[in-house]
């Protein structure tokens, strides 16, 4: 039997119930683990348009927030929420705070995505591409950003599979 993928689990929303990440089998992801007060936060904005822009095309971005990199995201839910509204007006979906580091706390998520692709999160903003059927597709680091050619052909590509 083969094991569950990305779509065979279960996340926290941030500040509210656990979701059932099968509700987006069929779809593309892009799972960001995001931090409030890290250089790279204002990559907010840039996956708020990627989400705005590819959302009726099939893709999902998914952010969880981490404070295991520079202790960049000490708030807690609610001000994750505040943060990421009022600057950035973020309004795909956000899960609740994640440890991304192979450990015991290391969310199943995290666990199955540095399992897969044999990488983790070196810092925040690293970014994970999921197939359709929920399979790990690429890898980027921080510093690949929302808007770079690379990241968007490999959306595109996965958009067009099968």
Not at 47 to 76: H, I, M, R, T
Not at 96 to 112: D, F, L, M, P, R
Not at 153 to 159: N, R
Request: charged share 20%; net charge positive; with cysteine.
């Amino acid at each position: 039997m083969k094991e569950p993928n990305l779509y065979g689990m279960t996340a926290n929303a941030l500040g509210g119930p656990a979701v059932e990440l099968s509700k987006y089998k069929g779809k593309v992801a892009l799972v960001v683990n995001v931090a409030s007060e890290c250089g790279f936060t204002p990559q907010y904005a840039g996956l708020e348009k990627l989400w705005a822009e590819y959302k009726d095309k099939g893709l999902v971005v998914l952010g969880f927030p981490s404070n295991e990199f520079g202790g960049q995201e000490p708030g807690d839910a609610a001000a994750i929420q505040a943060f990421c509204t009022k600057n950035y007006g973020v309004t795909f979906p956000m899960f609740a705070k994640v440890e991304t580091k192979k450990g015991e706390k290391q969310s199943t998520v995290y666990e199955y995505l540095s399992r897969v692709t044999g990488k983790q999160p070196n810092w925040n903003f690293c970014k994970y591409l999921v197939a359709k059927n929920g399979d790990v597709l690429h890898f980027w680091q921080s510093k690949t950003t929302p808007e770079s050619a690379e990241l968007r052909t490999a959306i595109d590509a996965a958009l067009a599979a099968k």
